[in-house]
């Protein structure tokens, strides 16, 4: 079986600074990692992934995540929030045993302030 | 191209009627999915197709069937609605190995009274 935890419901932070969105997970096998932003009333869209390689991955709009095998932990990043970063966060696992399917997190609530 | 579109947009049923929730992508994936969201449980799977002709349950299928009519289209279908089943349901596509990442339609907000 294969899950993720988003830990913390919401993150506050202050335009400007930087901020973090925590995911750790639990999969059978090499995991591949997402990160999905939801704004108000849309869909899920893809920022970016962890396949194989280079432990920190970058994606969409400046957001970064570091892959950290040992701590089976996959954390959003960016070093500037912006207020129109404000949204839902997702975090996803699969794995190659598992055809496709992904296992969702939770979801953060992300909130900038000016 | 439009990517994943769905059918309604929002939707009110009362307790045991019927409707299909339609979904379609013009993105010549393989893979396509129904996931439901309600506040605070994050997305989760009802039924996926990994291909055009196959279906498969996923973590939440009671009360629902799927069709993949073609594999641009994906149908979800509440035979007799309940009102646990009030939620808002996406669809999403994807090529099928599990490090493509998904791409969702807007959602369908379905209430049931």
């Known amino acids: 079986a294969q899950s993720v935890a988003q830990p913390e419901d919401q993150v506050n932070v202050a335009e400007g600074n930087p901020l973090t969105v925590k995911c750790t997970y639990s999969v059978s096998g090499n995991p591949y990692l997402f990160w999905y932003v939801q704004y108000p009333n849309r869909g899920l869209q893809f920022l970016l992934k962890y396949i194989t390689g280079d432990n920190l991955v970058k994606g969409s709009y400046g957001f970064e995540a570091e892959f950290n095998k040992s701590q089976t932990s996959f954390h959003l990043k960016k070093p500037s929030a912006l207020v129109s970063d404000s949204a839902l966060y997702f975090c996803?696992?699969?794995?190659?045993?598992?055809?496709?399917?992904?296992?969702f997190g939770d979801g953060t609530t992300l909130t900038v302030k000016p | 191209n439009a990517g994943v579109t769905q059918t309604p947009k929002f939707q009110v049923l009362k307790t045991g009627q019927s409707m299909t929730l339609q979904c379609a992508q013009d993105m010549n994936h393989n893979s396509m999915y129904w996931y439901r969201q309600d506040p605070g449980m994050g997305l989760r799977l009802i039924y996926y197709s990994a291909s055009e002709g196959t279906t498969d349950k996923g973590e939440v299928p009671n009360g629902y069937n799927v069709s993949r009519l073609n594999k641009r289209e994906f149908s979800l279908r509440l035979e007799s609605a309940a009102p646990s089943q009030t939620s808002v349901y996406f669809c999403?596509?994807?090529?099928?190995?599990?490090?493509?990442?998904?791409?969702f339609g807007p959602g369908t907000r379905l209430t049931v009274l």
């Open positions: 999403a596509s994807s090529e099928p190995y599990s490090y493509n990442e998904q791409f």
């Open positions: 996803a696992v699969s794995a190659n045993t598992n055809a496709g399917k992904s296992t």
